[in-house]
């Protein structure tokens, strides 16, 4: 299957992981064209004009959240980043800062300064990334509304809890693939259906899941039929709508 949204191959390099985006290790990043193409096309399935309520709840280090939202800023009215794991949790927390001109411009100063201590060119061109995608996300909308928490996103209670009075109607997850992330916490054993189960039960109708893995096909089990699937490289993404 080939692109249908992100069909220039524009470069994403001021969002690499590791320059301005914070990275960790155990926490993947993800192409950023593919995160482009995903986020587009549940737009599309949704349907409308109006911004998206984007939400991750295997978020991981924030990396993906963080993308598409820097892609996307004028189609996106919020963001909500959860994960069961707190290492996880703090890292998305310093990435969706990067969705202010504040939390950018404190990343800016931070990099001037390792390439001051450091004598590495490298962090000086960061920083200069970092301002231009200040001025990307003024010139978009400006600062982002962001939010992060801990849940298990196996367990309704604790989803429902997270969502507080936020009502999101895009999820984008790159779930557990046993590689480097595993499904943790009590229900692990039901993976991506028992996901699909507890979202199903907390996200208002007609909002659209977005799943992604690294292999042939997402393993929905005996669950929701996917509306959408699609093999980019090495991942697979199928669409589902609630
Ligand atoms: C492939 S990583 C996500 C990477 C992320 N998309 C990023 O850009 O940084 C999968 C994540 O699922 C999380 N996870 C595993 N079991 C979970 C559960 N039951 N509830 C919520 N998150 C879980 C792991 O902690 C891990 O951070």
């Not at 990396?63 to 290492?87: E, K, M, N, Q, W």
């Not at 995608?133 to 400006?142: I, K, M, S, V």
């Not at 109607?169 to 595993?182: L, S």
Request: aromatic share 4%; proline share 7%; net charge positive.
């Amino acid at each position: 299957m080939t692109y249908r949204h992100a069909i220039a191959r524009t470069s994403h390099e001021d969002l690499a992981s590791g320059a301005v985006l914070h990275s960790a290790p155990g926490f993947p990043a993800f192409p950023v064209r593919l995160a482009s193409e995903i986020f587009q096309r549940a737009l599309a399935l949704r349907g409308g004009d109006r911004p998206a309520v984007l939400w991750d709840p295997c978020c991981g280090g924030g990396y993906l959240l963080t993308v598409v939202a820097l892609l996307h800023r004028r189609r996106i009215a919020s963001v909500l980043a959860s994960d069961l794991d707190p290492g996880a949790r703090s890292l998305a927390e310093r990435n969706l800062a990067l969705l202010t001109r504040a939390g950018l411009a404190a990343r800016a100063a931070d990099l001037r300064a390792r390439a001051a201590r450091f004598g590495k060119p490298a962090y000086d061109s960061a920083a200069q990334a970092a301002h231009r995608l200040a001025a990307g996300l003024d010139a978009a909308g400006g600062d982002l509304p962001h939010a992060v928490c801990q849940a298990d996103a196996l367990d309704p209670v604790q989803l429902r809890r997270a969502l507080g009075h936020r009502a999101p109607d895009i999820v984008i997850t790159d779930v557990p693939y046993g590689e480097q992330t595993h499904w943790h916490g009590p229900g692990a054993a039901a993976g991506v259906a028992g996901m699909l189960d507890a979202l199903t039960a907390v996200l208002p109708r007609d909002s659209v899941i977005a799943v992604t893995v690294r292999g042939r096909k997402v393993p929905a089990g005996g669950g929701p039929r996917p509306r959408a699937s699609f093999k980019i490289g090495t991942r697979a993404v199928a669409l589902f709508r609630t």
